[in-house]
Nanobody, 124 residues
Framework: QVQLVESGGGLVQAGGSLRLSCAASGRTFSSYVMGWFRQAPGKEREFVAAISWSGSRTNYADSVKGRFTISRDNAKNTVYLRMNSLKPEDTAVYYC?????????????????WGQGTQVTVSS
């Protein structure tokens, strides 16, 4: 089992940047595929990015490709989401999640553990 705690959210102007962090408890962080999802008010939770156990594979939603970068530091039990060129439509609660498998990393149901989320608000 793993516990996930997100941080780094906040209010930023359009065009700005933020880096989200997700700290994981436990000694087996490298055993998990890690993903970032987001949920805006009144909308379903949607995939943002995912990274494989060693970081050699990544996936991104089309809406964030070229702007967001997912990375991980297994020695620090942390996964990051660097967000550049933020847009108002990026406003949402951002969640990190952990999965044992890299089958369909864009699917909510693939993930076994979730954090509580961190709010990102992008003003126009």
């Amino acid at each position: 089992q793993v516990q996930l705690v997100e941080s780094g959210g906040g209010l930023v102007q359009a065009g700005g940047s933020l880096r989200l962090s997700c700290a994981a408890s436990g000694r087996t962080f490298s055993s998990y595929v890690m993903g970032w999802f987001r949920q805006a008010p009144g909308k379903e939770r949607e995939f943002v990015a995912a990274i494989s156990w060693s970081g050699s594979r990544t996936n991104y939603a089309d809406s964030v490709k070229g702007r967001f970068t997912i990375s991980r530091d297994n020695a620090k039990n942390t996964v990051y989401l660097r967000m550049n060129s933020l847009k108002p439509e990026d406003t949402a609660v951002y969640y990190c999640a952990a999965s044992y498998y890299y089958r369909d990393p864009s699917t909510v149901g693939e993930y076994d553990y979730w954090g509580q989320g961190t709010q990102v608000t992008v003003s126009s």
